[in-house]
């Protein structure tokens, strides 16, 4: 669609909207992304200490920058080796639960939250733009906003799940 958006001059007409704007997606597409806007959960370009760290030795050990599966693997795999060593046993999952339930971590991108009611991380958000960048073989994720965790993150659910 986007490439016969940008064919057609839609683009020039239109700014294009999409649900989650993904790197994988950007390299792919290419160009005829550029303008487009969306959501991401994690965009590479997130300037924190962490992430630029973590995007550095990503790009020095595989030649690519890194997408959104891959920081969201990282933080969750990092995160729950920290609750293992809290929990003192990954044998024993009902420990572990309990001591992820109300944790916080520093991701990547800022700070998670588990939340105990129904085990869901909350955790930044972003809207971006994909954009031409020369540091960069490929169009990025520009970040034109940043949402804390417990604005992009529906509250817990009742039993009448009102």
Not at 78 to 104: F, H, M, N, P, R
């Amino acid at each position: 669609f986007f490439k016969q958006a940008s064919q057609f001059g839609l683009t020039r007409e239109v700014k294009l909207v999409t649900e989650i704007l993904e790197l994988e997606n950007l390299k792919a597409v290419g160009e005829a992304m550029t303008g487009t806007i969306g959501s991401s959960r994690y965009p590479f370009t997130v300037d924190t200490p962490k992430n630029r760290d973590f995007v550095k030795r990503f790009h020095a050990m595989h030649g690519i920058y890194p997408d959104m599966f891959d920081g969201e693997t990282y933080e969750g795999l990092e995160w729950l080796a920290q609750t293992i060593q809290k929990a003192g046993t990954a044998d024993d999952v009902e420990k572990v639960i309990e001591a992820w339930e109300d944790s916080t971590y520093e991701g990547l991108e800022g700070p998670f939250f588990m939340r105990k009611c129904d085990h869901q991380a909350v955790q930044p958000g972003f809207v971006v733009e994909a954009a031409k960048d020369p540091k960069y073989p490929h169009l990025i994720p520009k970040i034109l906003a940043t949402y804390p965790g417990d604005k992009v993150t529906p509250k817990c659910r009742t039993e009448d799940f009102a």
